[in-house]
């Protein structure tokens, strides 16, 4: 069950265990992904295939699943999910195509025009999870801007269930998203057979999409290597942090927490109260309602790591949040409080923030129209969350007139002599007669 603390009790070494995440990909985790990858790398589908039967069970093709397999999961959803998931993806397109970019041109002085523009990724990965739950939520997150970002080739790679199919929603989701490449392989060798391609799976130029410890670690070693692929950015378990005072509702803080929670026995939950009345109705709460819940089992796992740490003041929970660079951060209070709104600028570290007592973090999750792909352990001090740019990059272009040149030619051969890097300088003096 959750543990309660006092923030400004601790010491130093027991702050920074207060905030320790489960323990993520090692380097005894690493290695064996590295014989992974490289096995794939070398040997194709018949390594993806006997990694396939070994983890999942599966003994199919190494190959896309047809598309009438995909548009008759989509005829099949009950009407209420059909009509969730279109109004996810209307959400979804729209905040999302609110995200391209603007192109740049400047004349920084006359006859030297520098432009940025932007170009869609072309060949792109996407990791849709499906350890404990089927996560057709993410084919939203990923096709979708990849959809809109132009990209020409998307690959979708997902494990399959026991029995070797495809969870019917997310081969449904797929459809609707305008995916038509979906392969039931998951795990670290379907993460090696998209950064090198394999007989039947293409190479892609950059992978994106959430996943366990071990799809991390081959994430990471396939972006370190030039003929691999890019990645969107390392991420671990899932975790959220809420901030809340002594006028939120006890229930609604306990809710987002377990929310949290039955992603996984490694998923963290955390809250950060200046009330104690309030951390005490929180752990009540949360041991009430895990008993209504089917994941009830997961979720007791789960709360060994769930903190519920009582702070001074809410200035010391902004304090003690950027710390901890949460991948989800819920601001809570009375319904009609104002400072959650208020503090948003405070707050420098986080993946994605929920604002006000009406900003559950379900909403991101599925349908808010944000993405649900998030950096995790820490890493929202230097990573935003997946994004339109994220499927993009912006390219430079640089026209110089004659007399463009001919100004800027003393700056560049000063420059390069002073570097001592004749060539360079050379290739301004031959323009100039010089």
């Known amino acids: 069950m959750p543990t309660k603390l006092n923030w400004n009790a601790l010491t130093d070494a027991e702050k920074t265990a207060a905030l320790a995440r489960s323990?993520?990909?090692?380097?005894?985790?690493?290695?064996?992904?590295?014989?992974?990858?490289?096995?794939?790398?070398?040997?194709?589908?018949?390594?993806v295939a006997r990694y396939?039967?070994?983890?999942?069970?599966?003994?199919?093709?190494?190959?896309?699943?047809?598309?009438?397999?995909?548009?008759?999961?989509?005829?099949?959803?009950?009407?209420?999910?059909?009509?969730?998931?279109?109004?996810?993806?209307?959400?979804?397109?729209?905040?999302?195509t609110a995200q391209k970019?603007?192109?740049?041109?400047?004349?920084?002085?006359?006859?030297?025009?520098?432009?940025?523009?932007?170009?869609?990724?072309?060949?792109?990965?996407l990791y849709v999870p499906a350890g404990t739950a089927p996560l057709f939520s993410a084919v939203l997150m990923l096709s979708l801007p990849a959809t809109l970002a132009g990209c020409q080739t998307r690959i979708l790679c997902t494990p399959p269930r026991k029995d070797g199919t495809v969870d019917p929603s997310t081969l449904a989701a797929a459809y609707l998203c305008g995916i038509t490449q979906v392969f039931p392989i998951g795990g670290p060798w379907s993460i090696a057979a998209m950064a090198y391609g394999t007989e039947t799976l293409p190479k892609?130029?950059?992978?994106?999409?959430?996943?366990?410890?071990?799809?991390?670690?081959?994430?990471?070693?396939?972006?370190?290597?030039?003929?691999?692929?890019?990645?969107?950015?390392?991420?671990?378990?899932?975790?959220?942090?809420?901030?809340?005072?002594?006028?939120?509702?006890?229930?609604?803080?306990?809710?987002d927490l377990l929310a949290q929670a039955e992603h996984g026995t490694d998923s963290q939950a955390l809250l950060l109260s200046d009330s104690q009345a309030?951390?005490?109705?929180?752990?009540?709460?949360?041991?009430?309602?895990?008993?209504?819940?089917?994941?009830?089992?997961?979720i007791n796992q789960s709360l060994e790591l769930c903190r519920l740490i009582l702070v001074n003041d809410l200035g010391d929970a902004v304090i003690v949040a950027n710390r901890y660079a949460p991948e989800h951060l819920i601001i809570q209070g009375a319904p009609d409080a104002a400072w959650p709104t208020a503090m948003v600028p405070a707050i420098q570290n986080a993946g994605s923030v929920f604002v006000g007592a009406f900003s559950p973090e379900t909403a991101g999750d599925y349908a808010s129209g944000t993405n649900h792909v998030l950096p995790t352990y820490a890493l929202a001090r230097a990573y935003g969350g997946l994004c339109l740019l994220s499927f993009m990059r912006n390219m430079t272009v640089q026209t110089l007139t004659r007399e463009g040149l001919t100004a800027l030619a003393p700056t560049l051969t000063a420059m390069a002599a002073a570097e001592g890097l004749d060539a360079h300088g050379n290739a301004v003096k031959v323009r100039m007669g010089v």
């Open 204 to 255: 892609v130029d950059k992978i994106l999409g959430p996943g366990n410890s071990y799809v991390t670690a081959a994430k990471m070693i396939v972006s370190q290597d030039a003929a691999g692929a890019a990645i969107d950015m390392p991420a671990g378990p899932s975790e959220v942090m809420v901030i809340a005072d002594d006028a939120a509702n006890p229930a609604w803080v306990a809710a």
């Open 278 to 298: 309030l951390i005490d109705a929180v752990a009540v709460e949360i041991e009430k309602q895990t008993t209504q819940l089917s994941r009830a089992d997961l």
């Open 101 to 125: 970019p603007t192109p740049v041109k400047v004349e920084t002085m006359k006859g030297v025009q520098c432009e940025m523009v932007w170009r869609p990724i072309e060949r792109v990965g």
């Open 23 to 47: 323990v993520g990909s090692n380097n005894d985790v690493t290695d064996a992904m590295k014989v992974i990858v490289r096995d794939v790398q070398q040997n194709g589908n018949e390594a």
């Open 52 to 96: 396939a039967a070994k983890f999942d069970n599966y003994t199919g093709p190494i190959a896309p699943i047809p598309v009438e397999q995909l548009k008759q999961a989509a005829d099949a959803l009950s009407p209420d999910l059909r009509t969730a998931l279109e109004t996810a993806i209307k959400n979804l397109t729209a905040f999302h």
